[in-house]
């Protein structure tokens, strides 16, 4: 696997660092019954055996949906 196709896993706290959002809020878009909800916000995975554990989000879904919110909220400053 080349280093440009490679998995990149993020823990929580960097996602809260590369979204400005805390710990509440990123747990807030994940639940359906929360009004912070958002169907977009990319799914941790399970990093445990038994789905209670620790997660982990992959980066290359963070940045997407990092830059979909930039172009929803300013237009497609990327083309």
């Known amino acids: ?3 440009s196709s490679q998995i990149r ?3 929580r706290v960097q996602v809260e660092a590369l979204t400005g959002l805390k710990r509440s809020s ?3 878009r994940l639940n359906p ?3 912070q909800f958002d169907k977009t916000f990319p799914r941790p995975i399970s990093l445990s055996p038994t789905n209670r554990g620790s997660v982990a989000w992959l980066e ?3 940045m997407a949906w990092i830059q979909g919110r930039i172009i ?4 497609d ?3």
Not at 72 to 75: D, E, F, L, P, V
Request: aromatic residues 10%.
């Open 60 to 62: 290359v879904e963070v």
């Open 9 to 11: 896993l993020l823990r």
């Open 33 to 35: 019954n929360c009004k």
């Open 26 to 28: 990123i747990y807030g």
């Open 1 to 3: 696997m080349s280093s």
């Open 77 to 79: 400053v990327f083309n």
């Open 72 to 75: 929803a909220s300013r237009g």
